[in-house]
């Protein structure tokens, strides 16, 4: 969806959409989105999510996730993620990786965050670096490790995350990644 919402032609949008645009069909169910239309919103989503539209998918899945205007199914969440993510959605990828990380499947998590971290967007690679760190400050041994869970936190913070610049001045502080140092806690 290129075009934004303050430039939505309601009228044209839905002749286009009932023509099976699916790029008309996800801005209508945007629309109904915005409106609080959550069971007309998955409608529409759901027509472009026959079209393998990717922001449709990710929409539609978090709408599964919590089970606003549909029945919550989080196989079927978990499956229009990954077909988003596949379509290089890194939102929907941010989302799977932290499903999985509920899930306890650190090391699907680390490799979609891994790979938002590189492929996604300015804001989409600064909360993937985050996410690193926490899902290898969670993850059990072998996986789990506290430096590269402090690593991941810093290039976070570095890139101007707000909570990576938290934690690593908590890390600093307490001297969980080295030394304590109450100088560097100052981030």
């Not at 922001?55 to 196989?75: D, P």
């Not at 989302?95 to 989409?124: M, N, P, R, T, W």
């Not at 400050?137 to 506290?146: I, S, V």
């Amino acid at each position: 969806m290129e075009a934004a919402m303050e430039d939505f032609d309601p009228v044209k949008t839905m002749q286009l959409a009932k023509l099976g645009d699916a790029d008309a069909q996800f801005q209508i169910g945007m629309s109904k989105l915005y409106e609080g239309g959550f069971t007309q919103a998955a409608k529409w989503f759901r027509k472009a999510v026959e079209k393998d539209h990717p922001q449709a998918l990710f929409f539609l899945s978090q709408m599964l996730c919590e089970g606003q205007g549909v029945q919550k199914n989080m196989a079927l969440a978990v499956q229009y993620a990954k077909k988003a993510f596949e379509l290089k959605n890194y939102g929907a990828g941010l989302a799977l990786g932290e499903y999985y990380v509920e899930e306890g499947k650190f090391q699907e998590a680390i490799d979609i965050f891994k790979q938002v971290s590189e492929q996604g967007d300015a804001d989409e690679r600064k909360q993937a670096l985050f996410l690193l760190g926490g899902a290898y400050h969670h993850a059990p041994p072998p996986l789990g490790d506290k430096d590269e869970s402090a690593r991941y936190v810093r290039m976070a913070a570095e890139a101007d995350h707000p909570e990576g610049c938290y934690h690593t001045g908590l890390l600093a502080f307490e001297g969980a990644a080295g030394p304590k140092d109450v100088q560097a806690a100052v981030y």
